[in-house]
């Protein structure tokens, strides 16, 4: 056979896979669906969904634009749209028709009260709704607000925040980690995915993984590693360190797969005192079976042994003293009524909200330098700003 002939047998050979494979696609795909993606793809419109669904497990199986766009005449924020009635926001109610134990275990963690956290914050008086919409809310999550005129307020949308309330009352973003149209299991098991929003003075996860041990192995061979495997099949043998998705949600040791992330926590780390959680040492055992998939015992308990040290260390020697003073200060009426009206309001919340997290989050994921330096050394300085601003206060007062 001549060279020509056979490269031109292998063309269409490759034309048949691909005729075959469009068919197959087409087949696999709803007819309300099929006329979402005609239209747009002839409008130009949107391209790039179109190109992220079509590399996604859900055009695999069928999952397509109507399949979860779909909305009830009766849905809040649902609209007509060339003969269709659909809605712009896919819910975790939405997403919870095929994956109902991953919407339950969601609603059950800290992720789906996001929002409610923000509503709780005293800085808003003195930020602004701008630094509140862009900023806390973005990844907190907003509370959907759907006009008069049925468009989505832009106050509220567009938002990817975890505890986002939705029109239709669920709390929650599912594309927050598996974004769309995509919706990857492999990009919501790598530590970025969780980075967008876990980094900063505040809840620096991102920059201590970074540091750890963990983090370092990951930025070296991470990109070897399989990212793929089913739910409840992804372990040890497809990576050598643990990304955050493998120590807070993944099936690994005597841990079961969860989309609960708070469900391994034994300690509450980001509130000005730390308390242990609700059945803490069942938590612990769940996060000490996953630490042994890689650890010996003796260095799991150690490891918990330090944490617990820090964390105690910050509750007695810092937290604890400081809040007595600072609140005997408001008794006295040293100090203005309320929250963030004196500088020391402000250096008093930086003292937990900043440096206190820190010290706590760099023990529990492996991060010294958040520990000592970002952590209790500038917990320490704080004391000697404050104490200088306490001094003050009181001179301030006799006069």
Known sequence: MSKKKLILITMLAMLMVF????????????????????CHKSLGATKNVIHDWKDSKHSEVGVSCYECHEAKPSDKDAFKHNGYTIATIVSPKDCGSCHSD???QHNNSLHAKGYDFTKKSGLYKYIGEASKISGCRTCHGSKVKVLENGKLDPSTWPNNGIGRVNPDGSKGSCSACHTSHKFSVAEARKPEACGQCHLGPDHPQKEIYEESKHGAIYAMEGDEWNWDDPAGEWNTEDFRAPTCATCHMSE???????????????WELERPLSVKTKQWKKKRSKMKSVCTECHSQQWTDNH??????VVNTYNNKFYKPYKKKYEQAKKDGVLTPGGFNDEL??????????EGRRARMGAAMGGPDYVHWHGFYELAEDVQIMDRLLKEAYENAEH
């Open 19 to 38: 005729a075959v494979t469009a068919i197959s696609m087409a087949a696999n795909v709803s007819e309300a669906s099929q006329t979402c993606i005609s």
């Open 102 to 104: 991953a919407v339950e």
């Open 345 to 354: 309001d402000w250096k008093f919340f930086e003292f937990w909200h900043h």
């Open 252 to 266: 690994i040791g005597d841990a079961k797969l969860t989309h609960n992330v708070s469900a391994r926590l034994s």
């Open 304 to 309: 918990y042994d330090r944490l617990d040290q």
